[in-house]
């Protein structure tokens, strides 16, 4: 088990920055692939940006290439997620999320869940 906690989300305008961050306890943090998957109001989940276990590796959604960066501290127990030139259309609540390096990195399927924090992108 794992369990997640998010924090820094808000509103700000668009073109602004923000940084998301998933506090992580429980089992060896560093055995898990972490990503970031949002939820738009009316619209299905999505994946945004993954990490590999050990950082070495990341995967991005096309729609936030280039703009948001996601990394990882081990020693920490922290993942983020620095969210840069933001659009209304990345509002939504944003969710951290952990599977084991078992499962394929590439998967959409995660196996922990955080509560998720609200970003609001205005216009």
């Known amino acids: 088990q794992v369990q997640l906690v998010e924090s820094g989300g808000g509103l700000v305008q668009a073109g602004g920055s923000l940084r998301l961050s998933c506090a992580a306890s429980g089992r060896t943090f560093s055995s898990f692939h972490m990503g970031w998957l949002r939820q738009a109001p009316g619209k299905e989940r999505e994946f945004v940006a993954a990490?590999?276990?050990?950082?070495?590796?990341?995967n991005y959604a096309e729609s936030v290439k280039g703009r948001f960066t996601i990394s990882r501290d081990n020693a920490k127990n922290m993942v983020y997620l620095q969210m840069n030139s933001l659009k209304p259309e990345d509002t939504g609540v944003y969710y951290c999320?952990?599977?084991?390096?078992?499962?394929?990195?590439?998967?959409?399927?995660?196996?922990?869940w955080g509560q998720g924090t609200q970003v609001t992108v205005s216009s």
């Open positions: 999320a952990a599977k084991s390096t078992y499962n394929d990195f590439y998967s959409q399927t995660y196996n922990y």
């Open positions: 990490v590999t276990w050990s950082g070495s590796f990341t």
